[in-house]
């Protein structure tokens, strides 16, 4: 089974475009795992770093919760602050208000008639009096003072709102506030004074202004649940959270979750707020785990704010889909885009495939167009290039071919036998000096030198000095031929003389000096070959004082020297001797070599040609 599948994987990865596509996934797949761990790092991170902004902000809102809280209660304080220091309010709980009673008796002789109209006269003092304090705070439903010592109540409405001696007897908030070790206000939202209507209901003790200690009465607020509510719906700022206040026995609550207000008597929760106020921590309450944070407020009083962790727990599992669903969508993307670049990249290698096989079969002529400007558009632009150079070098080859079997005729045709050319010369040197022909006689052993030391056993490279040697033997040979018509001098720096130069490659320049500039002299020629150092240079000099040559016999003759290709019209043009000097040097010397030519036609008439060559190049072939 394993072995029928690695066939399987080995047949199916043969094919190109499927190569491409698995190195193009590999190259996709693996760096993606990297960036997977990555983004799961930076998703934790930024999930942290949600979750301390939600701390942050529940901190905030119970910062801001507290302060309109506070504000409330203080409002409360303030207000039953003043009630219980008015004068009356103190005189008639105190029961120290005598001057009315007095006057009352000298018109109200029957005693019990008298009572009733004192208990009107207080109640219609103490409902004005509350009545003014009603109506200038605002959301206040009712206020009521309830005397102490003989339980009669004080009571201003803006509604048809009764307090009977049911509720006061059935009032825990009125018990507690009454305990000896209760203090400040107290307060309940389900106490038997608010009759379960929307209000918050507040009591707090009247003491004696004359003694301190004493508790007179009581003063009891009912103020509208839309304050508290409208601070609760103010900072439920993710709409999912949970506001709670407990007093400073947490033996009365109230909570706020989004819908109602509702309220209860014992612990809002089956643990003390006092250990875990001031810090965050995660409660359960409503059947729902919320992550509260409790701080104490003035009075010691206890506010609960909390977001539920459920809510939490969404928000950060939104942050993952979002971030795995982006980097799905985006390694989804990947692959498409591997998919249709391994088809476009594998059609364009196999156009530039087919091409090279094609060319590889000796079908020349064969190109590729490839769009674009990429890298397989630069291939293939090279693959024409290359293939129009193997079409031109091959072109080449062909004329060389050519002219190699021209010059092997040629070869041919030109070449005689040594010995009999050797003995020949001598046969006519000897016949020379029989009939006393001496300047015959000279020329024929000038001759048979030269033509020795031409063969020179088969070397094509000799030394300067015997280069040297050759052309002053030739140019001795051509004095006699021209009659004495020119001159000659040859001198050359014994440092430079051992340096190997090509063989025969200055007789042709001489020759030409002869030939094309003193022959056609009507006054005495010279010519004049010097060899010598020239900086890192050695540099050999052939100058004549000839005819010259024209502008349009230097151009052709420099045009010459520049052509790289032997055709029969080189061959066959008056230049054929230079131009073979510049190729065997070059051949020789490469771009250490370098040949140039003045010459003029106005007096002084003549022509230089220097053969400049690096002196390290020439060393380098001595050592060869």
Known sequence: MLNWALRFVTRWYRNLSRRIFVKLILLIVIPNLLLLVIINQLMNRQIQQKLSEMDNTLYVLEHATSRELRGLFGDVTTLTNQILIEPEVQQILSGTREGTAAYQKEYYPDANELVRREKYMKQDILRGILSRYRLVWNNIFSIAILAADDGELYLNTSENYQITSEDLKGSLLLKEVASPDHTGLAWSVNDALTKKTDMITFARRIYGVGDPQRVIGYVLVNLSLNAVRGSFETYNY??????????????????????????????????????????????????????????????????????????IRRASADIRSQLYFGYAFFLALAFLISLLGAKILTERLGKLNKAMRTLGQKQWGTRIELKGSDEIRVIGDTFNSMATHIEELLENLKEQQSLKRLFELRVLEYQINPHFLYNTL????????????????????????????????????????????????????????????????????????????????????????????????????????????????????????????????????????????????????????????????????????????????????????????????????LGE
């Open 238 to 311: 993710y709409g999912q959270m949970i506001f709670g206040l407990a007093d400073q026995r947490e033996s009365t609550w109230m909570i706020y979750d989004r819908k109602n207000i509702i309220g209860g008597q014992g612990r809002l929760l089956p643990y003390s707020l006092k250990d875990l106020s001031s810090r965050l921590t995660e409660v359960d309450l409503n059947g729902r785990t919320w992550r509260a944070v409790v701080m104490p407020m003035e009075k010691d009083d206890y506010l609960f704010i909390g977001l539920d962790a459920e809510y």
């Open 426 to 621: 001598d046969t006519i040197n000897w016949m020379a000096l029989e009939n006393n022909q001496t300047r015959i006689s000279q020329m024929v052993n000038g001759l048979s030198k030269l033509f020795r030391m031409i063969l020179s056993k088969g070397r094509e490279v000799i030394s300067l000095q015997e280069e040297f040697e050759m052309i002053r033997i030739y140019l001795n040979i051509q004095k006699i031929r021209f009659e004495d018509r020119f001159d000659y001098s040859v001198e050359l720096d014994a440092d430079v003389s051992r340096y190997p130069i090509c063989k025969l490659v200055l007789q042709p320049i001489v020759e030409n000096a002869i030939v094309h500039g003193i022959r056609r002299l009507r006054g005495p020629g010279f010519i004049r070959l010097t060899g010598g150092r020239a900086g890192e240079h050695v540099l050999l000099e052939i100058s004549d004082n000839g005819v010259g040559m024209t502008a349009e016999q230097i151009r052709k003759q420099t045009g010459l020297l520049g052509a790289d290709i032997w055709g029969n019209d080189v061959i066959a043009s008056s230049g054929y001797g230079m131009k073979n000097v510049d190729s065997r040097l070059k051949l020789l010397f490469g771009e250490d070599y370098r040949m140039t030519l003045e010459s003029s036609t106005e007096p002084p008439t003549g022509t230089t040609i220097r053969i400049t060559i690096e002196e390290s190049a020439m060393l380098g072939k």
